[in-house]
């Protein structure tokens, strides 16, 4: 059974969730962090709840969701798991969190590559990786089909999707991810846990989500 813990990170209130079992192995998803304080409380939770770090996952390559990747490797020397496509985001992120005002150290390079249909496991658990292009081209969910839960990166957020008007966005593959991959792939009992804003469910998302229905798009 997969417990879940999520801060809300960085000046965008980017999602960051520490997920563990009994085995107390951890990934650490999406580490958007960006002082010290936030250094803290990530730390202070896992010390506290004497969790061993394995993994870091990422669900895309955009700095408000990597600026703590360099910190929480370099702390647990934990490999970074991340899809080809968004690699070269992560290789820029250092200059693009310049543009914004953030300091961070270069994230490590020798990454892992995480590709669609994929399974990345910790302790006794596994999450399968979905590759949901749109927002960027590597933006992919982690899904855990036993414990009815999906992590949507900024692929599919309460009531709403990620945008698709930045340089790596498409709006062609957003609709086909939100259309064809996500409701097909999750039940309606699936939690879901988004990049940004709250928590819902598939079956929320299926009732009120504008997105999720094709009219929309026309
Ligand atoms: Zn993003």
Not at 63 to 75: E, L, Q
Request: a negative charge.
């Amino acid at each position: 059974m997969i417990s879940i813990k999520q801060f809300y990170l960085n000046e965008l209130r980017e999602c960051c969730y520490i997920l563990w079992d009994q085995t107390k192995e951890c990934v650490i998803v999406d580490p958007g962090i960006s002082s010290k304080s936030e250094e803290n409380r990530i730390i202070k939770f896992i010390t506290e709840n004497n969790l061993t770090p394995v993994k870091l996952l990422l669900t895309h390559g955009h700095f408000d969701h990597v600026m703590g990747c360099a910190f929480i490797c370099n702390k647990y020397q934990i490999p970074i798991y991340i899809h080809p496509k968004d690699k070269m985001m992560l290789s820029h992120a250092k200059q693009t969190c310049q543009m914004f005002g953030y300091n961070i150290d270069e994230p490590p390079t020798n990454t892992i590559d995480i590709n669609d249909g994929d399974f990345v496991d910790f302790g006794n658990s596994k999450l399968e990786v979905i590759n949901t292009p749109g927002h960027t081209w590597g933006s992919v969910c982690f899904y855990s089909k036993e414990d009815k839960f999906c992590l949507t990166g900024d692929t599919m957020f309460a009531g709403n999707c990620g945008r698709t008007d930045l340089p790596e966005g498409d709006n062609s593959s957003m609709y086909n991810s939100l259309i064809n991959i996500i409701p097909k792939k999750l039940a309606p009992d699936t939690d879901i846990y988004a990049g940004h804003g709250t928590n819902s469910t598939m079956a929320e998302e299926l009732a009120n989500n504008p997105y999720l229905n094709p009219k929309i798009w026309i």
